[in-house]
C-alpha cells in the first residue's frame, strides 16, 4: 500500500497527446500502461510535467501544428 497526498495543483491539465511528444516520457509508465492514476516520474520528468502545464496555462493549450 502507498499513501499519496497532492500538495498542489498544476497550473493548467497536461494532455496525454502533449506527453507522447515529449522525449522524456517516452519511458514512462505513464504512456506505456493503460488507466494508471498513479506512476513513478523521475525528478527530471516531473519538472517537465510542471514547465507544460505553465506553457499551457499562459497560452491557453498546446496548438497543433500546421500541415502544409
Known amino acids: 500500500c502507498v499513501n499519496v497526498k497532492a500538495d498542489a495543483p498544476l497550473p493548467a491539465p497536461v494532455p496525454l497527446e502533449a506527453l507522447k511528444q515529449e522525449p522524456a516520457f517516452e519511458d514512462s509508465a505513464l504512456l506505456r500502461q493503460g488507466r ?33
Open 36 to 68: 494508471l492514476s498513479v506512476v513513478p516520474l523521475s525528478p527530471a520528468q516531473w519538472k517537465d510535467l510542471i514547465e507544460l502545464s505553465n506553457v499551457i496555462a499562459k497560452t491557453g493549450g498546446l496548438k497543433r501544428k500546421a500541415r502544409f
